[in-house]
């Protein structure tokens, strides 16, 4: 069953009156703000107070999952509308994240006498997955509305490898959202982009074995023609994708200014001449 044949996405495509996945979830994500005037969507107030979003769609805060448990949220449907779990130990980043994600999953609910009942009923393995993909779409589009980057980015910037990075840190503190969500949603939303994958280095013991405490990749993003068509596979070292240079850097760095290191480390290639 190929994605958009699934159940989840063509009762999703049909809420929204949208023809693509896309562009019903950027409506959906624009439905929720609820006290918007039409016409000034462009003017929501950033940072999005995903809690008073939760609100509005009857969602209480419930129990904090434990960190042993792999989850990031749950929801669960009450008489009166939800309950929320995020996890205690969550960045403020991700936080925010797993609570739109738990929003988007309500956008599959209708209400009833006895409380909100899933539209679709019992789901499969196969359409639980497409439930969580739109849901993870929807709390991108939520924490990052498309009206709102384009307000902020009038006129297409230069899109040098340092601009794009420079442009994206400043927007990444504006929306509050991971470096990760940001750049999903710049190239989703910028997509004249010129092909270039961005590759978000951290340097972290290796996440299988514990151990070899390495700058590995935690994340990729493909921007123009490359989205969708390349990423690298979490936990891969820069030596083992040929960037000697990125590991270079990062040495030089380390010694000038280890705090930014236990930070994180950017790096996007092809590289350019700038
Ligand atoms: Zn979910």
């Known amino acids: 069953m190929s994605f958009l044949e699934s159940k989840v996405a063509r009762l999703f495509l049909s809420l929204y009156r949208a023809a693509t996945l896309r562009g019903a979830v950027e409506k959906a994500a624009q439905s929720v703000h609820a006290d918007l005037l039409p016409g000034l969507e462009a003017w929501t107030a950033v940072p999005i107070d995903v809690d008073e979003v939760a609100k509005t769609r009857r969602m209480v805060v419930g129990p904090v999952l434990s960190s042993e448990t792999c989850a990031e949220g749950r929801l669960q449907p009450t008489r009166d509308g939800f309950v929320f779990s995020v996890r205690a130990d969550s960045h403020e ?9 738990e929003i988007g999953h309500t956008l599959f609910y209708e209400h009833g006498e006895g409380g909100p009942r899933h539209r ?23 924490l990052v509305p498309a009206v709102v980057l ?34 999903n949603r710049v190239a989703d939303v910028f997509s004249g982009h010129p ?17 070899d405490p390495k700058l590995r990749a935690v994340g990729s993003t ?53």
């Open 150 to 183: 384009q307000r902020l980015v009038p006129d297409a910037p230069v899109w040098t490898a340092t601009n794009l990075m420079r442009f994206a840190e400043r927007l990444r503190s504006t929306f509050r959202v991971s470096r990760s969500v940001l750049m």
């Open 120 to 142: 679709l009923g019992l789901l499969s393995k196969a359409e639980l997955k497409a439930e969580e993909y739109i849901c993870n779409l929807f709390a991108g589009a939520l």
């Open 222 to 274: 493909g921007l123009g023609p490359a989205r969708g068509r390349y990423w690298v596979w979490a936990n891969r070292t820069p030596a083992g994708m040929n960037l000697d240079s990125v590991n270079r850097m990062f040495t030089v760095q380390m010694e000038h200014s280890p705090s930014f290191c236990a930070r994180g480390y950017v790096s996007t290639f092809p590289s350019q001449r700038e």
């Open 195 to 211: 092909p270039r994958v961005v590759i978000e280095f951290r340097y972290i013991e290796n996440t299988r074995t514990k151990q």
């Open 93 to 101: 980043h991700r936080r925010r994240f797993s609570i739109a994600h």
